[in-house]
């Protein structure tokens, strides 16, 4: 991909937020892939950023939105959409990239938060409520688009819904790393120098005698 493409941002997006008349704010960034690079990046907290995936529930497919900090709940959701169609839903399953990218025809990466650009109803986590505004991919690498969370709800439609569960962090610990302990000891007039290895144990040395025949 050229600099200048790169640059721009997705002109679909932007023609349909103007055109809906939305207030928003284009940031253009460096390259990211994930949610979590864009908060790493514009220096966000995990909350204030969308991340945007494309659920199959049985044959039907659609748009989820949950807050970067939190994962997708299944059995939530399938009773959310259940709730919609008015019947059980059977499965709920995160298609791969290639059979979403032939689904949606669109290029990897090309994934934005914006269902009615996609032709897929949107279902955002309730969570998202609580930010005044929230930064939304726009299907670049290179821009997030910033706006009010209650004028993308509005505007997309979207159903709102408890379908997260927090993420699980793990916080690696350090271990410490051993020290040697060197002491001195004076025997005999020479210096005796021993290094202590914690917790190592010492080998027996044995010595045999050999007499000599006569």
């Known amino acids: 991909m050229s600099k200048n493409k790169q640059n721009k941002a997705p002109v679909k997006i932007v023609n349909y937020l103007e055109k ?12 990211v892939y994930t949610a979590i690079d864009v908060a790493n990046t514009l220096k966000k907290k995990l909350n204030q950023i969308v991340k945007s995936l494309v659920v199959k529930a049985d044959q039907d497919y659609y748009l989820v939105l949950l807050p970067a900090d939190k994962n997708l709940d299944e059995e939530k ?5 259940g ?11 995160i298609p791969g990239e290639k059979i979403m990218q032939n689904a949606l025809k669109i290029k990897q990466g090309a994934l934005s938060a914006f269902g ?18 929230a930064i939304f991919s726009t299907g670049g690498l290179n821009h997030s688009v910033e706006m009010k969370v209650k004028d993308f709800i509005k505007s997309e439609g979207a159903i709102l819904g408890n379908l997260g569960i927090k993420k699980k962090i793990k916080i690696q610990k ?15 007039n020479k210096k005796e120098v ?9 080998k027996k040395v044995v010595k045999k005698s050999i007499k000599k025949k006569k």
């Open 77 to 81: 959701l399938k009773k959310i959409i």
């Open 194 to 202: 021993e290094t202590k290895v914690k917790k190592k144990p010492t």
């Open 83 to 93: 709730k919609q169609k008015g019947k059980e839903v059977k499965t709920v399953k």
């Open 20 to 31: 809906m008349g939305i207030n928003h704010e284009i940031l253009e960034h460096k390259t």
């Open 116 to 133: 009615k650009v996609h032709k897929l109803p949107v279902i955002i986590d309730k969570e998202l409520e609580k930010a005044k505004k």
């Open 174 to 188: 350090k271990t410490p790393s051993k020290r040697k302990k060197i002491t001195s000891k004076k025997t005999d």
